[in-house]
């Protein structure tokens, strides 16, 4: 389906059916593919997902000003799905937070996967990290996508405390082919500040579960465990030996964690959360 917003048509697709529904809002190193594992593991629910500005197969023109928190409105609006259950990974859960405190009228629960905080300190970085700078600097100066490409696998796939090469296969190619598209796009134009979460979290209500990988960087980590003491009811879990992106691994415990919580909706078990 393509959905107009703005200067921008996001490509978009419905899966299944059932409540509650769920809208999920890929990476920043990813694309809507990546959670083909998720839908899988949500038979029985009615999933949402759609390319952002700058991923997959959504087109636009540059447009300073634009909103994230806008197109996926949009895209619940395209589809007419009412309060819904919103995962966000990394970027994408930092437009999950934003959509939570700007439009709580369209959210019945979140489930944020290393998410991104708008507002959240100047992040801080582990040696793994700080010793791939210079052939990271040297890749983007000369215009060597495929390096920088590499790169981020290793962190954001692999995890800077694990092994390069850790996840193989088709997760590894699909990392790959996804990140690429999005390291050659053209640049969607400044998005403004939908909100600046970090300072905010408290007043989000519903139901919320974080997520966060073992090999995931460390700033990440606090920022998770900051945004589960400040959401009032919210669980933290560690997902022991993955990263950034567990869900594009199909990682049983995340795939196991996000369909408890969904479901939990439709069995009440959150009903005392609200």
């Not at 197109?71 to 819904?84: E, I, M, S």
């Not at 991104?116 to 990290?129: K, L, R």
């Not at 408290?202 to 974080?210: M, R, Y």
């Not at 990263?243 to 479901?263: S, W």
Request: glycine share 10%; hydrophobic share 45%; aromatic share 6%.
């Amino acid at each position: 389906m393509e959905i107009s917003s703005g200067h921008a048509t996001l490509a978009a697709e419905e899966h299944g059916s059932g409540d509650p529904a769920v809208l999920l809002v890929h990476a920043g190193v990813t694309d809507r593919r990546s959670w083909q594992h998720v839908v899988d593991a949500l038979a029985g629910h009615r999933c949402l997902t759609y390319d952002a500005r700058g991923y997959g197969q959504t087109t636009y023109a540059a447009e300073d000003g634009w909103s994230q928190v806008g197109d996926a409105v949009a895209v619940l609006d395209a589809f007419d799905a009412g309060p819904v259950v919103v995962v966000g990974a990394s970027m994408g859960g930092g437009t999950t937070l934003d959509l939570a405190l700007t439009r709580p009228d369209r959210v019945q629960g979140l489930v944020l996967i290393g998410p991104a905080i708008s507002g959240a300190p100047e992040p801080t970085y582990e040696p793994e990290v700080l010793a791939l700078d210079e052939e990271w600097e040297a890749a983007e100066e000369r215009g060597d996508l495929a390096t920088v490409n590499r790169l981020e696998a290793r962190v954001w796939l692999d995890g800077p405390t694990a092994p390069e090469g850790r996840v193989t296969g088709a997760a590894r190619a699909l990392f790959l082919e996804m990140n690429s598209w999005a390291l050659d796009a053209d640049d969607p134009g400044e998005p403004r500040d939908d909100s600046l979460a970090w300072d905010r979290l408290g007043e989000i209500s519903v139901p919320t579960l974080v997520m966060v990988g073992e090999h995931d960087l460390a700033y990440i980590k606090r920022n998770c465990a900051h945004a589960a003491s400040a959401i009032a009811g919210a669980r933290l879990v560690e997902l022991p030996g993955v990263a950034h992106v567990p869900h594009l691994e199909g990682d049983p415990a995340t795939l196991r964690e996000i369909a408890g919580f969904v479901a939990g909706f439709a069995s009440g078990i959150h009903d005392a959360d609200c």
